[in-house]
């Protein structure tokens, strides 16, 4: 009898350390996904200043508010993006550029593969209440967009950009003048075919601002030459990496290529070109980070002295 009583308290203590193992394990689980989507809804706003050698003398201190992959899925909606480029409005940046990618399906629509007709047209409804917030952001020298190859319908989103007071820049360019100076500003997307005849359009001591909505154009932007010969770009901005969204161990969440990986997150210099690749502002299928924070980028244009 006292056998049996000692074996059964010993299954009763066995499974009360498998419960508190397994509830311990939940909770960190649930912590763990808390602490991702608290992460991935606070963005933060880096700062830098960038010196270029072509910088005409006008625009010597005047800054641009880089914000790329928006996202709008799930719990990231275009009020709360609406309320963060209000807040952003306090910056008082000269120029706004926007990257591309601006509504994408959540992991939860994607499982649930409603009618493509439905899902589009909530996307669309997103970003349409998205650039509604986008027309009250000032900023005196323009504001300008990417189109990312995600982004549907392309011409309905260039009338919704221009609308709302966005420049469209769907493998286009645009002059940004100051007296007699001139700052141009050239979007590119994913394809590199265009790059060489863009180049073609500019002197190599033009200054020119390039926003590529991915890395995947860099090695034959660095390459590309003005039509005198020489470098023609002299800032580069892009995005699409999220930095990778979730990084354990070194690796990614979002399955990157090899030119995405060489370019994944922050800056870096090539050829003399300046290149920034934000993490961006939302998230892929699921508002959730690890390793990684959204952003967007303050940067302040300083003129380069010539190196004697």
């Keep these: 009898m006292t056998n049996r009583r000692r074996k059964t308290r010993k299954k009763r203590r066995g499974g009360g350390i498998a419960l508190r193992i397994v509830l311990a ?28 050698r072509d910088l005409p003398a006008a625009f010597d201190g005047r800054t641009i508010l880089y914000a790329s992959d928006i996202d709008l899925c799930g719990v ?112 590119v997307s994913a394809e590199t075919a265009n790059l060489n005849s863009a180049g073609n359009a500019f002197s190599r001591d033009d200054c020119v601002v390039v926003a590529a909505f991915s890395p995947v154009v860099l090695p034959v932007l660095v390459t590309s030459e003005a039509h005198d010969s020489g470098r023609w770009a002299d800032l580069a901005l892009t995005g699409h990496t999220h930095g990778g969204q979730a990084r354990l161990f070194g690796r990614n969440l979002l399955p990157l290529n090899r030119v995405e990986q060489h370019y994944r997150a922050g800056w870096t210099m090539e050829n003399g070109l300046p290149i920034l690749t934000t993490t961006g502002v939302g998230c892929e299928g699921i508002n959730l980070r690890v390793g990684t924070e959204p952003e967007v980028w303050m940067i302040t244009l300083r003129h380069a002295e010539e190196e004697s």
């Design 25 to 52: 394990l939940a909770l960190a689980l649930v912590l763990a996904f808390g602490a991702a989507a608290l992460n991935a809804g606070v963005v933060r706003v880096r700062r830098a200043e960038v010196q270029l």
């Design 76 to 187: 990231n909606t275009a009020q709360k993006s609406g309320a963060l480029f209000e807040k952003l409005q306090s910056l008082r940046p000269d120029m706004l550029i926007l990257g591309g990618d601006y509504a994408s399906e959540s992991l939860l629509e994607v499982l649930n593969r409603p009618e493509q007709g439905g899902r589009q047209s909530q996307q669309t409804k997103s970003r349409s209440d998205f650039f509604q917030y986008i027309s009250a952001f000032e900023a005196p020298l323009g504001k300008f967009g990417v189109a990312a190859p995600e982004d549907a319908d392309q011409p309905a989103l260039a009338e919704l950009m221009r609308a709302s007071g966005v420049t469209p820049l769907f493998n286009g360019r645009a002059a940004v003048t100051l007296g007699k100076d001139t700052l141009w500003i050239v979007g």
